[in-house]
């Protein structure tokens, strides 16, 4: 059994397919082009896919979207909006599952079946990279939501006095810890810092104001967590993304905020860890739709 596996992002197109144990077996990308991204996407699958059988197609994409519909909008897609893509690919090879949904469940996913959360009933996989994402596995199954975004933890409040955030709301985590709202904190600050591995590179070099941005940022997600951690009484929380990959000047805040605030007896247990894939878990997660859809896929 093979499966398609289809990770949309705002750079770059991702496709691979993945065997049934979740090994990626051959994979290609391409550049997003934000105006009009069908036909350089629709000439990798077909040189990907050729002319081996596939049993199912998973897609993880950013959001916004219908689900399970599958209408997208990526936000840094301006060319798709309410665009069928899950109906386009259910036609381009029919027959076969076909199944998407938004790209932080695709990791948690990911993480459940095959990485940091293997074997936990209860967990939370989050992303902290432009955005903060994330989904949700509870009772050793993924929660969906009415909308299909359980899960967005991205919109907890961090701080009520914090700034406006995209969503119209105030103190968001998102807000304040998203790679970009980090970087642009610590420019504000004086900071040479362009993006979040520059950000990462000064803190290791012992830069003040960079380590007081990641600080900022990761005592933000990991008090977040704690509360969320009481909410859904999980026992693992994956944090992935880009600026999970800032080291100690990041990580290590998150988890002093992280147990400062979860101090519930029944939260003991409870731990915030690293992505246990690579740069793989968003392709894997995708293929898990389907080929693990009794844990992760609950729609038609
Ligand atoms: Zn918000």
């Known amino acids: 059994v093979s499966v398609l596996a289809i990770d949309i992002g705002g750079t770059k197109m991702a496709a691979a397919i993945v065997d049934a144990d979740g090994t990626v077996v051959r994979r290609d990308r391409t550049p997003t082009v934000p105006a009009d991204p069908w036909p350089a996407f629709a000439e990798m699958l077909d040189v990907l896919v050729d002319s081996e059988p596939i049993e199912g197609v998973g897609i993880g994409c950013g959001g916004p979207m219908t689900w399970p ?4 909008s990526p936000l840094n897609i301006p060319g798709w909006r309410d665009f069928p893509l899950r109906a386009r690919l259910a036609e381009r090879y029919p027959g076969v599952p076909v199944r998407l949904h938004n790209d932080a469940i695709a990791f948690a996913a990911a993480e459940h079946w095959k990485g940091a959360g293997q074997g936990v009933n209860d967990m939370i996989g989050m ?6 994402g994330g989904g949700l596995v509870l009772g050793g199954h993924i929660v969906d939501g009415a909308s299909g975004n359980a899960g967005h933890i991205g919109h907890v409040v961090a701080d009520p006095d914090g700034p406006v955030c995209v969503c119209g709301g105030r103190g968001c985590l998102e807000a304040i810890a998203r790679g970009p709202a980090t970087v642009a904190w610590a420019r504000e600050r004086g900071s040479t810092a362009v993006d979040g591995p520059s950000l990462a590179g000064l803190a290791a070099a012992g830069d003040e104001v ?13 008090g977040v967590v704690g509360s969320v951690a009481a909410l859904l009484d999980v026992r693992i929380v994956v944090v992935g993304g880009g600026l999970s990959q800032s080291g100690p000047a990041f990580w290590e805040p998150l988890q002093e905020a992280f147990g400062a605030q979860a ?7 409870a731990r915030v860890v690293p992505p246990g894939l690579g740069g793989d878990a968003a392709l894997v997660g995708a293929a898990a739709l389907v080929l693990a859809g009794d844990r992760y896929w609950s729609a038609d």
């Not at 519909?69 to 997208?72: F, I, L």
């Not at 992303?127 to 903060?132: E, I, L, Y």
């Open 69 to 72: 519909a599958g209408e997208v």
């Open 127 to 132: 992303v902290v990279s432009t955005g903060v």
């Open 263 to 269: 101090r519930l007896p029944y939260l003991a247990g």
């Open 210 to 222: 960079a380590r007081a941005a990641l600080a900022r940022s990761g005592r933000a997600v990991g």
